[in-house]
Nanobody, 115 residues
Framework: QVQLVESGGGLVQAGGSLTLSCAAS????????MGWYRQAPGRRRELVAT???????IYADSVKGRFTMSRDKAKNTVYLQMNSLKPEDTAVYYC?????????WGQGTQVTVSS
């Protein structure tokens, strides 16, 4: 069974930066596009960044120009570099397959941006 483990979250002031990591067991990264999702309190989970198997990236308008997703296939790890953070970026961040995420989500990593 694939396991996804997110890390790197924390508390940061508006305008600050964080880098999230997601490590996975198995070959999920090598054969699938991967994405970073986030879920804020009281809101639905949303996809904010995608990286394809050919390393093309797609971003939601809300994070475009501020977030950068990358992958290290050798380490089975994807990353999300987040710059110019805003309070509205506060959420639990998860990684998973795109599309059709697997059912066993990781625990996520909390990102809190203070104003």
């Amino acid at each position: 069974q694939v396991q996804l483990v997110e890390s790197g979250g924390g508390l940061v002031q508006a305008g600050g930066s964080l880098t999230l990591s997601c490590a996975a067991s198995g070959s999920i990264f090598s054969i699938n596009a991967m994405g970073w999702y986030r879920q804020a309190p009281g809101r639905r989970r949303e996809l904010v960044a995608t990286i394809t198997t050919r390393n093309s990236t797609i971003y939601a308008d809300s994070v475009k120009g501020r977030f950068t997703m990358s992958r290290d296939k050798a380490k089975n790890t994807v990353y999300l570099q987040m710059n110019s953070l805003k309070p509205e970026d506060t959420a639990v961040y998860y990684c998973n397959k795109v599309p059709n995420p697997i059912g066993s989500w990781g625990q996520g990593t909390q990102v809190t941006v203070s104003s």
